[in-house]
């Protein structure tokens, strides 16, 4: 164990060194020193990260601390390219998100230390849906609702700034998805109608996923915000299909989401307006237009060429050229000064957080962790592809931010909050079984209780068999012994005494018994008793 826990210290300071070395490398060619600000700040931000290592020793032992250290370089990466933009731009954006990460590391530490067992998520099950769909509605209320960007999805809050809520609403409503296809697993396992060689849900059935494309679509429509959409439809179909097995759940949940922006692209300007700048971004009428062009497609895409293979260095590009560069597009931005080597190396972290989060759920056993921890791991790993693909025009632009990279109190902390309930469900995935727990000692007991039972029914069944020989013997006994015939006269004597026994009724002459019969049938009157002990006869014959 000591191996053990010397290795993760060894991997967490190695991790703070590569973002040390970053931040170092970034102020000395830009700034030519390095901050004095920004050296305590840091030197705070390493402390917390040092605590939280503490923490999960202490009150999670067993969870997968890789997590925490591919979380650690991907923000740390991601706010030294902030801070990059800064020296350009003339902004302190990046001193704000060394804050919020020290929030988010606050908030991920009582996490670690209150949530000993992530199974009480279940009980507040509708709970977290009703939160999750206020908080993701909320953007719609005239006050509070704000609209940046041409999308939808701000609330302000007085005195605090903006937030995203639906960077919180996806954690909740993952709850509420593991909780419901948990409990009715089963009925959304049952298949109907073959079409195709695929093998469809049942109607009544169909329920859950049109309500949640419905909701989706609702997002899109009302919010503008393609992204969002995806993500929440994608979280749940996937769930979905971790809870069934079933890959028409798949098909369907592709099918219905296609058609629906399909007709949204056709319906709705802003949504037209996207998928036209994703299909012709170089055309000059699209890189032209003042709202929804494709002009921060275009820039971004030079960037990533201008980057090459190995990048231009750490504080010898222009990644301030692209238009929110520090959210949005971060990830252009790293890829003109790290190269593609340096975004494969990023892409390889978040598969490393996505394979630790895959393994906690086929090891878990409880089924709702399981369905958590790939709900939680989907949800991310949907957020990166929505991110880069709209970045390299795989798929249209989004309003989505990179997790953990971009810039945004909301994300950061939504997003630290979900990689800790990872590490959560990997330490009870990860903790040792006691021997009372173990498979084996399950498979002796049961033996044991199999082995018992039947001995019982032999026990049983040998007993009734007993019983039935004494039954069967006692039965030819009674059967085999004569029936002796009592002649009429001892029957009438028999009568008689029993007769003379009863108490006799008050006014009724008694009356003396009969004399004894001679065997003849008549009574023998010739002898009767002599007080002196002799017996005289009448007469003879």
């Not at 060619?29 to 040092?50: E, K, N, Q």
């Not at 997790?403 to 979900?418: C, K, Q, T």
């Amino acid at each position: 164990m000591m191996a053990t826990r010397l290795k993760q210290f060894g991997l967490l300071l190695f991790s703070m060194l590569i973002c040390g070395v970053s931040f170092f490398q970034m102020f000395e060619r830009t700034a030519g020193g390095f901050p004095h600000s920004y050296l305590w700040m840091l030197a705070f931000v390493g402390a917390l990260f040092l605590t939280a290592w503490g923490l999960l020793l202490r009150f999670q032992p067993y969870a997968n601390q890789a997590i925490m250290c591919c979380v650690m370089v991907l923000t740390g990466t991601g706010i030294m390219m902030i801070a990059r933009i800064d020296q350009d731009l003339n902004t302190s954006v990046a001193f704000k998100q060394l804050l919020w990460l020290s929030i988010a590391l606050v908030v991920a530490d009582l996490l670690v230390i209150f949530m000993k067992d992530y199974r009480v998520l279940r009980r507040f099950s509708y709970v977290s849906m009703v939160i999750g769909l206020v908080l993701l509605l909320s953007p719609m209320l005239p006050v509070v609702g704000s609209e940046q960007y041409g999308a939808r999805i701000w609330v302000k809050i007085p005195g605090l700034g903006s937030f995203q809520p639906s960077e919180f609403a996806k954690l909740f409503l993952a709850f509420f998805f593991a909780s419901y296809l948990y409990d009715h697993r089963d009925q959304l396992a049952v298949g109907g109608k073959k079409v195709l060689g695929l093998q469809l849900p049942r109607i009544k059935d169909l329920g859950p996923i049109i309500v949640v494309w419905i909701v989706s679509m609702g997002v899109l429509v009302m919010q503008h915000d393609l992204g969002t959409s995806l993500m929440f439809f994608a979280m749940f179909v996937s769930m979905l299909y971790v809870a069934t097995g079933r890959t028409s759940w798949i098909v369907i949940g592709f099918i219905a989401f296609a058609v629906g922006a399909f007709a949204a692209a056709n319906i709705f300007s802003h949504v037209g307006a996207r998928v036209g700048a994703w299909l012709h971004p170089f055309d000059s009428t699209q890189y032209n237009k003042e709202y929804g062009g494709s002009y921060q497609l275009v820039t971004g895409i030079f960037g990533l060429a201008s980057g090459g293979l190995m990048g231009t260095g750490l504080g010898q590009g222009h990644p301030s050229l692209t238009p929110i560069a520090n959210s949005d597009y971060i990830y252009a931005a790293l890829g003109e000064e790290l190269g593609l080597t340096g975004l494969m190396a990023i892409l390889m972290l978040y598969l490393l957080i996505i394979a630790a989060g895959m393994i906690t759920a086929m090891k878990i056993k409880d089924g709702f962790g399981k369905l958590l921890a790939s709900g939680l791991v989907f949800t991310m790993a949907f957020q990166v592809f929505t991110v880069v693909g709209g970045i390299t025009l795989v798929i249209p632009l989004t309003g989505l931010t990179l997790p953990y990279m971009a810039a945004g109190g909301s994300s950061l902390i939504a997003n630290y909050m979900l990689a800790t309930l990872l590490m959560v469900i990997s330490n009870s995935a990860n903790k040792p079984e006691s021997d009372i727990d173990s498979d084996t000692f399950q498979y002796e007991a049961m033996q044991a209780l199999n082995a018992r039972k039947q001995s019982r029914a032999r026990r049983s069944v040998a007993s009734e068999q007993s019983a039935a020989q004494s039954q069967a013997v006692s039965q030819a006994a009674t059967q085999a012994v004569p029936q002796v015939a009592i002649p009429a006269t001892m029957q009438q004597s028999q009568a008689t005494e029993i007769i003379s026994t009863e108490t006799p009724v008050a006014g009724t002459p008694i009356v003396p018994p009969a004399p004894p019969s001679n065997g003849f049938g008549t009574a023998d009157m010739t002898s009767t008793p002599n007080p002196s002990g002799n017996t005289s006869e009448g007469s003879q014959a």
